[in-house]
């Protein structure tokens, strides 16, 4: 499955961003969606993920009650809804995708096999 990555751009601290991740080749059924970012000099970072059959969610601590992920079936999209940015956010934005993830692997990076390309966020304060 190819992925792409999308929505980045500049915004002001305490502003709001949507990411998108669009799948092509295939749907997103069966498969595990994850966000992770990575700032420069810095390992990539987990920040939430969803079962695309299941709807369960999984989120890191760090960005909990500010970041939401989503999906839309008809549009094979997920999303990543992120309020009250600051400029600790600024990063490369990726997503990934697997298959039959176990919940222990959904925050570590190496378990996706597929990944899009990132889009930037940078957060002005």
């Known amino acids: 499955v190819q992925l792409q990555a999308s929505g980045g751009g500049l915004v002001q601290a305490g502003g709001s961003l949507r990411l998108s991740c669009a799948a092509s080749?295939?749907?997103?059924?069966?498969?595990?969606v994850g966000w992770f970012r990575q700032a420069p000099g810095k390992e990539r970072e987990f920040l939430a993920a969803i079962r695309w059959n299941s709807r369960h969610t999984y989120y890191a601590d760090s960005v909990k009650g500010r970041f939401t992920i989503s999906k839309d079936n008809t549009k094979n999209m997920v999303y990543l809804q992120m309020n009250s940015l600051v400029p600790e956010d600024t990063a490369v934005y990726y997503c990934a995708a697997d298959r039959q993830l176990i919940t222990s692997a959904i925050m570590t990076p190496d378990s996706y096999d597929w990944w899009g390309q990132g889009t930037l966020v940078t957060v002005s304060s």
């Open positions: 080749g295939r749907t997103f059924r069966d498969y595990t």
